[in-house]
Nanobody
């Protein structure tokens, strides 16, 4: 059974940083692409960043400077570092993993940024 468990969210002041984690089990994590989406209240879900099994990274728009995606295959864990947090970063952040043709999702972790 595939499980993805996010952690690291919370309440933070604007300008602060957070490091989100996504712990995977039940899959061959090292062979999988993983990434992060976020969904703010009343808004559509949007892709934040993705990292391939070879370490190739992609980021949404202009967010590359504040967001850093990484992975530790030995720990079956992916990460999303968010710096210089803004109130508009407030959202539920969910990780996903693509193994072969299937996509698996975590339940998400709430990030709330106060001004």
């Amino acid at each position: 059974q595939v499980q993805l468990v996010e952690s690291g969210g919370g309440l933070v002041q604007a300008g602060g940083s957070l490091r989100l984690s996504c712990a995977a089990s039940g899959i061959v994590f090292s062979a999988s692409t993983m990434g992060w989406y976020r969904q703010a209240p009343g808004k559509q879900r949007e892709l934040v960043a993705q990292i391939s099994n070879s370490g190739f990274t992609t980021y949404r728009g202009s967010e590359k400077g504040r967001f850093t995606i990484s992975r530790d295959n030995a720990k079956n864990t992916g990460y999303l570092q968010i710096d210089s947090l803004k109130p508009e970063d407030t959202a539920v952040y969910s990780c996903y993993v693509i193994e072969y043709v299937r996509t698996y999702w975590g339940k998400g972790t709430q990030v709330t940024v106060s001004s």
